[in-house]
């Protein structure tokens, strides 16, 4: 039996905090090969007797304590986004690079792309994750006729909205409302702070777990920006990103338009799954072909909900972390 410390008390990323509980749960409630235990503070009384520690997010205070509190303990870094990007010849990212070499045995990253740019960068173990989902609804959503108002929605970090989307998808948005009756909700933390649109009704939803799904099944169609401008197509920050929103929203059958990334076309395909767009263009025509043609965005809601049951289940998600588990321990103990 491994057992494995889950420590996450990051509250920037709500939605992976809320899949380690799940993946917590499941292993002790499948008491499989696997045991764990999650805490969200790293100043717990806990006992040291852990074959791994698992890290939520890149915070060099926290993982120094770890490090050095579970001395015998391997410790699994979940993230990294921050590592090797910029001029890595920096001397920033050179003490960074040291310091994960260092304190940090392997790292689970949730795309192809960040894992191959990582692995050029840094000689540590880094094993490919993914987002995984619970709250299936049972049936797809079923549109046949027009609705007095459509919500679009948002949710995610409270940063991409304004940098990801707003620059040009007010724009978007008042365009389509010419066409349609639109809300605009937006969930995300400090949802305060967001911005207000010009004849445009916005709502915004302050991120909790245990209303998100209630408030995302408020959704008629969903937005999950990633890229800015074309030109950002090449820009590593971005092209590392999943479609781990695009997945959430297709749990409960909301169809969404997306931004092409490489992973997000590894998982989710264009025109069955979701809508893919970069240019203003793409994002118009994607959001008033779902508003538009009900067989479409029926046909999304149908193939997407199956694929993301079939692909996207705490079960699959606990399949591959505990192969991540025994693939490092045979080759890299």
Same mark, same amino acid.
């Given at each position: 039996?491994?057992?494995?410390?889950?420590?996450?008390?990051?509250?920037?990323?709500?939605?992976?905090?809320?899949?380690?509980?799940?993946?917590?749960?499941?292993?002790?409630?499948?008491?499989?090969?696997?045991?764990?235990?999650?805490?969200?503070?790293?100043?717990?009384?806990?006992?040291?007797?852990?074959?791994?520690?698992?890290?939520?997010?890149?915070?060099?205070?926290?993982?120094?304590?770890?490090?050095?509190?579970?001395?015998?303990?391997?410790?699994?870094?979940?993230?990294?986004?921050?590592?090797?990007?910029?001029?890595?010849?920096?001397?920033?990212?050179?003490?960074?690079?040291?310091?994960?070499?260092?304190?940090?045995?392997?790292?689970?990253?949730?795309?192809?792309?960040?894992?191959?740019?990582?692995?050029?960068?840094?000689?540590?173990?880094?094993?490919?994750?993914?987002?995984?989902?619970?709250?299936?609804?049972?049936?797809?959503?079923?549109?046949?006729?027009?609705?007095?108002?459509?919500?679009?929605?948002?949710?995610?970090?409270?940063?991409?909205?304004?940098?990801?989307?707003?620059?040009?998808?007010?724009?978007?948005?008042?365009?389509?409302?010419?066409?349609?009756?639109?809300?605009?909700?937006?969930?995300?933390?400090?949802?305060?702070?967001?911005?207000?649109?010009?004849?445009?009704?916005?709502? /915004?939803?302050? !991120?909790? $777990?245990? +209303?998100? %799904? *209630?408030?995302?099944? &408020?959704?008629?169609?969903?937005?999950?920006?990633?890229?800015?401008?074309?030109?950002?197509?090449?820009?590593?920050?971005?092209?590392?990103?999943?479609?781990?929103?695009?997945?959430?929203?297709?749990?409960?059958?909301?169809?969404?338009?997306?931004?092409?990334?490489?992973?997000?076309?590894?998982?989710?395909?264009?025109?069955?799954?979701?809508?893919?767009?970069?240019?203003?263009?793409?994002?118009?025509?994607?959001?008033?072909?779902?508003?538009?043609?009900?067989?479409?965005?029926?046909?999304?809601?149908?193939?997407?909900?199956?694929?993301? /049951?079939?692909? !996207?289940? $705490?079960? +699959?998600? %606990? *399949?591959?972390?505990? &192969?991540?588990?025994?693939?490092?321990?045979?080759?890299?103990?």
């Amino acid at each position: 039996m491994i057992k494995i410390l889950i420590y996450s008390d990051r509250s920037s990323n709500l939605l992976t905090k809320r899949e380690l509980i799940w993946l917590n749960d499941y292993i002790n409630k499948e008491k499989r090969n696997i045991l764990s235990k999650l805490i969200a503070n790293h100043t717990d009384e806990i006992s040291i007797d852990w074959d791994y520690v698992l890290i939520h997010g890149f915070n060099y205070k926290n993982i120094f304590f770890i490090a050095n509190k579970f001395k015998e303990s391997k410790i699994i870094l979940l993230g990294g986004a921050n590592i090797g990007y910029g001029n890595k010849k920096d001397i920033e990212q050179i003490i960074l690079k040291k310091f994960v070499e260092k304190y940090v045995d392997l790292i689970i990253v949730r795309s192809e792309c960040h894992k191959q740019l990582l692995e050029e960068y840094i000689s540590i173990p880094i094993y490919k994750f993914f987002d995984y989902e619970i709250n299936f609804v049972e049936a797809p959503i079923r549109i046949t006729n027009q609705k007095e108002v459509y919500t679009i929605g948002y949710h995610g970090n409270e940063k991409h909205f304004k940098e990801d989307f707003l620059c040009f998808g007010e724009d978007v948005l008042k365009q389509i409302s010419k066409n349609h009756n639109i809300q605009l909700n937006i969930i995300t933390s400090n949802a305060q702070y967001q911005p207000n649109l010009s004849n445009i009704k916005v709502n /915004k939803i302050e !991120f909790e $777990v245990d +209303n998100f %799904y *209630n408030e995302i099944d &408020k959704f008629d169609v969903g937005i999950c920006p990633i890229y800015s401008k074309e030109l950002e197509l090449l820009n590593k920050d971005k092209i590392i990103r999943n479609g781990n929103r695009a997945v959430t929203l297709l749990c409960r059958g909301i169809p969404s338009v997306i931004s092409p990334t490489p992973q997000v076309i590894s998982d989710l395909k264009d025109n069955e799954h979701v809508l893919y767009a970069v240019s203003e263009e793409e994002w118009y025509e994607g959001l008033n072909n779902l508003l538009s043609n009900s067989n479409l965005y029926n046909s999304i809601s149908e193939k997407g909900l199956e694929l993301v /049951k079939n692909k !996207f289940s $705490v079960e +699959n998600g %606990y *399949n591959i972390f505990e &192969k991540i588990i025994f693939d490092f321990n045979i080759n890299h103990m």
